[in-house]
């Protein structure tokens, strides 16, 4: 069976640090591979998402990036993490051409400090 | 531009009370439509989902949902809440299979 794991689950960082979550998929290949953003009282804010290998599409504009190094590995990064970066930043992937939705990972609790 | 609309930020009901939770969109075509649940601290899981066919889509946790394409809705219903159902539910709409936008969530209170 086809699970995702994503970490860490909580991290608390200064103002100015580097970040790298990391996210992997296993059980399944070619998956398309999303990043999302839960900030206190919002909704769900699709940051990335990739349909391969090194193919990262962005849909907000920030300080934060992705890489997909492999199939099943998908990174957020930042070089410098701001206040406003504080969040809860979920992973999901789904099965590409298939309309199965998405299977989240537990998400990551990130405080800028 | 796509939008997702969950009118309502909270809502509390009672126990064995009846729930819906609404959920709008829009677009020109029929989106995908989906429904998740979020408890605290965790990821969301899938309750049910709509691509075409049945307009009444069952799912899990004995909850259903309804597309009504005149109105651009899918609002997830439950004849009788249970505590266990507190938590928060997020719409959620796709247009292909590469990309799913999510309304901004209902938290539902379940009163003893």
């Known amino acids: 069976s086809q699970t995702i794991h994503q970490w860490p689950a909580t991290l608390v960082q200064p103002v100015g640090s580097p970040l790298s979550l990391e996210c992997t998929v296993e059980?399944?290949?070619?998956?398309?591979l999303y990043w999302y953003r839960q900030a206190a009282g919002r909704g769900l804010q699709l940051l990335f998402y990739?349909?391969?290998?090194?193919?990262i599409s962005s849909e907000v504009p920030q300080n934060l990036s992705a890489s997909r190094p492999q199939d099943r590995q998908f990174i957020l990064s930042s070089k410098k993490l701001l206040l406003s970066d504080s969040g809860f930043y979920l992973c999901?992937?789904?099965?590409?051409?298939?309309?199965?939705?998405?299977?989240f990972g537990s998400g990551t609790r990130l405080t800028v400090v | 531009a796509q939008s997702v609309t969950q009118p309502d930020i909270h809502i509390t009901v009672s126990e064995g009370a009846s729930l819906e939770l609404r959920c709008n969109y829009s677009?020109?075509?029929?989106?995908?439509l989906f429904w998740y649940v979020q408890s605290p601290g965790q990821g969301l899981q899938l309750l049910l989902k709509?691509?075409?066919?049945?307009?009444l889509v069952q799912g899990i946790k004995g909850f259903e949902a309804e597309f009504k394409r005149s109105q651009s809705s899918f609002n997830l219903r439950k004849p009788s809440v249970h505590w266990s159902d507190a938590a928060e539910y997020f719409c959620?709409?796709?247009?292909?299979?590469?990309?799913?936008?999510f309304g901004s969530g209902t938290k539902l209170n379940v009163k003893p």
């Open positions: 059980g399944t290949s070619n998956p398309n």
């Open positions: 959620a709409v796709g247009y292909n299979f590469n990309k799913f936008y």
């Open positions: 677009y020109g075509a029929t989106p995908y």
């Open positions: 990739s349909v391969g290998i090194g193919q």
């Open positions: 999901a992937w789904s099965s590409p051409g298939q309309g199965h939705g998405y299977t």
């Open positions: 709509y691509f075409s066919g049945d307009t």
